[in-house]
């Protein structure tokens, strides 16, 4: 099977995904004819929108953040929960300063962040 060549093969084929949306469920037989293009289809407009704006791997600051709204954490309670001052929390979040290796496993456990983002690998 081809890739997505063009932004107008991309649309049309969005389009068609939108179409079938409407006729799959989560009932419909894997081996359904409707199911089978929507699953190839997606596929393919998956991978023209990682050859044109992959995906960059998240910031730990704007993770942090992220975390800290969902939880509604300010900064002087995230300090306690990982037991620094708020001023290094400050430093974590503008990215002046990066997590000790110690800090940085409490960041994974207490916040629910994958170690591989708090690491930056």
Known sequence: ????????????????????????????????????????????AADYEESKDPLQKPLLTDVIRLRMHERELNQKRLSELLGVSTSRVSEYLTGKTEPTLKVAREISLKLDIDPAVVLGV
């Open 1 to 44: 099977m081809r890739a997505i060549q063009t932004e107008k093969e991309y649309k049309a084929i969005c389009a068609r995904i939108e179409e079938l949306l409407a006729v799959v469920g989560n009932d419909t037989p894997v081996t359904d004819q409707n199911f089978i293009e929507l699953d190839l289809l997606s596929d393919l």
